[in-house]
């Protein structure tokens, strides 16, 4: 919630009292607690005490934690470091407490409690025992699915690992690109299952195309980086196959939408079959820590050498090796 100032002009007879900045302070936190506090059990998610239990240990600035929501589905609450945990005990204890940040360790919860205008700061602690259910109120967090995190960097690793196997063995060509002049980098490498940018002799730009394959005198290359991009340009995913000795230039993106290109008239131009495992493997698959999605990357050749990037809803994303 953000607090708006404005300026007004004050009658000439009007005294202002200036006030103390604590006093002024706990004014306003007590406005900010009075506007929030009504909407407060409408936001609260359920955390069963086994949930608790997994995920709150001694750590201080937890990210985000899975819990249930209002239609009792498991779900990730995410960005909760500021986040409101009410416990409720059982009889005989206090109705509820209202703690920041908790932590839990060997049975025990620890936090501080709730601070408001009238009372300071205290630090509780709680035996998990005591503790009837539990609720967590975070204004600025972000609900989506539910995904075991261990599974899916499992499933990553298993298909990682498969890469790393199939680029273990065997011989691939490779196209060496050398510029004559100085263009202020050495040999480019054009390599399979990467994507490039590409114009041919025939004039067609082949824009984030991957290689899909290379012989000894011919390239093929698809005509976007995949089928989803592809239709988000509205065009038909083709894979399309050129004479390596048809490559006119390379263009290598230096920023934004700006690009630099070589001209191929401007270098040498070599084509050799060599030992896959002596390249850095051109793909590899990453979990996305938001959505447990499990996606593809690959090398992007760029001004500045190669980059990781995937593509989303037709869209391409960076990220870094």
């Known amino acids: 919630m953000d607090f708006i100032f404005t300026n007004r002009k004050f009658n ?15 004014i306003l936190l007590g406005l900010f607690l009075l506007i929030s506090l009504p909407g407060f059990g409408q936001r609260n998610y359920i955390i069963p005490i086994d949930y608790f239990i997994d995920q709150f ?3 201080n600035n937890l990210y985000r934690v899975y819990c249930l929501n209002k239609k009792g589905i498991k779900v990730w609450l995410t960005n909760v470091g500021n986040s409101i945990v009410t416990f409720k005990l059982k009889e005989g204890n206090p109705d509820e ?7 839990y360790k060997n049975g025990i919860i620890e936090g501080t409690g709730l601070k408001t205008i009238f009372k300071k700061a205290k630090l509780y602690t709680i035996n998990i025992k005591n503790v009837l259910s ?20 499992n499933i990553s690793k298993y298909k990682n690992d498969s890469l790393i196997k199939k680029y273990s063995s065997g011989k691939q060509f490779v196209i060496y690109i050398k510029p004559k002049i100085n263009f202020k980098i050495d040999t480019l490498t054009i390599c399979e299952n990467a994507c490039y940018n590409i114009v041919f002799n025939d004039g067609n730009f ?14 093929y290359i698809s005509n976007s980086f995949n089928i989803n991009t592809a239709r988000k340009n509205k065009t038909e995913y083709k894979i399309l196959k050129y004479k390596i000795n048809n490559i006119a230039k390379l263009k290598l993106l230096k920023g934004g939408y700006s690009f630099e290109s070589l001209s191929i008239k401007d270098a040498d131009l070599i084509t050799m079959e060599q030992e896959k495992n002596i390249f850095y ?9 938001f959505s447990g999605d499990i996606e593809l990357f690959r090398d992007y050749l760029t001004f500045n050498g190669f980059a990781g990037v995937k593509e989303l809803d037709g869209n391409l994303y960076w990220n870094e090796k």
Not at 138 to 149: A, D, G, L, M
């Open 12 to 26: 000439r007879n009007v005294v202002l009292i200036e006030i103390p900045k604590p006093v002024i302070m706990k």
């Open 281 to 289: 493997i051109p793909c590899w698959y990453q979990v996305n820590s």
């Open 57 to 59: 240990s001694d750590t």
């Open 134 to 153: 539990i609720a967590i109120e975070s204004t600025y967090s972000v609900e989506t699915k539910y995904f075991n995190i261990d599974s899916c960097r």
């Open 206 to 219: 082949i824009k984030n195309g991957v290689v899909e394959s290379i012989t000894k005198d011919s390239i």
């Open 97 to 103: 407490i209202l703690l920041y940040n908790p932590k």
